[in-house]
């Protein structure tokens, strides 16, 4: 039978599959200098992360989650995560290592290297705030001793990443607000900041033409059809394209110069006109399926045992996962989950256009390789588990043969 943990791993492999497919059709060049072959595709970018992502998978399945949760001193992961997350902060406004794509100023570039440092702060702060909650746990229902501290942090790495990725910034304070409500922070605490968070999220968006610019297009697309709206218009108009079974893989017609960003935020797109609803639908069903293994693994409960008496020892809700495991992983599901459903609404024309990739489908190194590390943490927990199962299954055994030979 399928574990939880086994399906988590055959559905990252399959959206890394589709992504190294549908990243190298929406990059296809019919000009005479292209280089597309099956040598150039198998040898290229995309299936090198791809592997190299599937190593991160396997090396995050065999890190040991529990013993992250109680290090302490400077051993301790979490500070050196907290480090890393301000320094890429600071970093990508720094001339020289910082470099510029489009005009936003997201990147980092060490020699060869060249990551988003938004990617480790995405991952590394529901880690970092797990660890501090499950630290804190009988102060939690407070406001200044529980809530606020762990919500300031999440706020000033938002703040840092907002000046020039308000999506992936607002993605990061949502998942934030989930994890220390789950911990067990009033659910009105975080009610009361939504005035401010609303106001600054308006303020951000004023500042800035170009974000102004994407409300409107989103309001009213043909109103500037070559203009603002011009994005969303080609997009829907790949997805209209493709119909019931699309035009075949390698047939899109709007990724030869008519879909900007084809390979990155708007690759969904391409998967609809190429295979049509059947594929869409797929790529749906893939991220659903992967979110349910993975809530089958943090939401796992203990069966309970009948002692000699008759009494039950252990209550049947009681969960086989530390309260720090069970928040990494909400955070880690709740963090793809939203980020594949703002993706596909950005695409489909339900929500106004931001930089949010489609998780290891859209072109990426450092996002590819961060995803499937943190699933690979989930993997972890489930292999802890089956290992108790086994430990279980021998003394079941053990017990059964002694009293078979007494």
């Known amino acids: 039978m399928l574990r939880a943990g086994q399906g988590i791993a055959l559905c990252s492999m399959c959206l890394l599959v589709l992504g190294v497919v549908f990243v190298n059709s929406a990059s296809l060049d019919v000009s005479g200098d292209s280089k597309t072959t099956f040598e150039a595709i198998m040898g290229g970018r995309a299936t090198i992360f791809a592997v190299a992502s599937a190593l991160c998978l396997w090396v995050g399945s065999r890190l040991p989650i529990e013993r992250l949760g109680s290090a302490r001193g400077i051993g301790n992961p979490i500070w050196w995560i907290v480090g890393a997350i301000f320094a890429g902060i600071v970093l990508v406004h720094v001339p020289g290592v910082g470099r510029e794509v489009n005009g936003a100023s997201r990147w980092i570039s060490l ?25 804190r746990g009988d102060k939690l229902r407070s406001f200044w001793g529980g809530f606020l501290p762990p919500v300031a942090f999440a706020a000033l790495v938002s703040v840092g990443i907002a000046i020039e990725d308000l999506g992936t910034a607002t993605l990061i304070m949502l998942i934030a607000l989930i994890v220390v409500v789950a911990a067990g922070c009033r659910w009105w605490h975080a009610t009361m900041l939504a005035p401010m968070a609303i106001l600054g999220f308006i303020g951000l968006i ?105 009494s039950t020892s252990r209550a049947k809700s009681e969960s086989r996962l530390s309260p720090f495991c069970q928040l990494v992983g909400l955070g880690i599901l709740a963090t793809i989950g939203f980020q594949a459903l703002i993706n596909i609404l950005v695409v489909t024309g339900l929500a106004p256009t931001k930089g949010i990739a489609l998780p290891l489908v859209s072109r990426g190194g450092t996002g590819w390789m961060l995803t499937c590390l943190s699933l690979g943490l989930i993997m972890s927990m489930d292999r802890r588990m089956a290992r108790e199962d086994a430990r279980v299954s021998g003394s079941d055994k053990l017990d059964t043969g002694a009293v078979a030979s007494g």
């Open 111 to 135: 020699g060869p290297l060249t990551f988003q440092p938004s990617e480790i702060a995405k991952w590394g702060v529901p880690l970092v705030l797990a660890w501090w909650c499950c630290r």
């Open 206 to 310: 004023i500042v800035s033409p170009y974000r102004v610019n994407r409300i409107i297009a989103y309001l009213d697309p043909y109103a500037d059809s070559q203009g603002i709206g011009y994005h969303i218009i080609q997009s829907m108009g790949a997805i209209s394209g493709g119909g019931l079974t699309g035009r075949g893989l390698g047939n899109s017609v709007q990724k030869f110069g008519y879909l900007p960003e084809g390979t990155t935020d708007f690759i969904y797109a391409i998967v609809c006109e190429e295979t049509g609803m059947i594929g869409a639908f797929l790529v749906v069903a893939l991220y659903a399926f992967l979110l349910w293994c993975g809530w089958m693994v943090i939401g796992a409960v203990r069966e309970p045992t009948i002692d000699c008496d008759g």
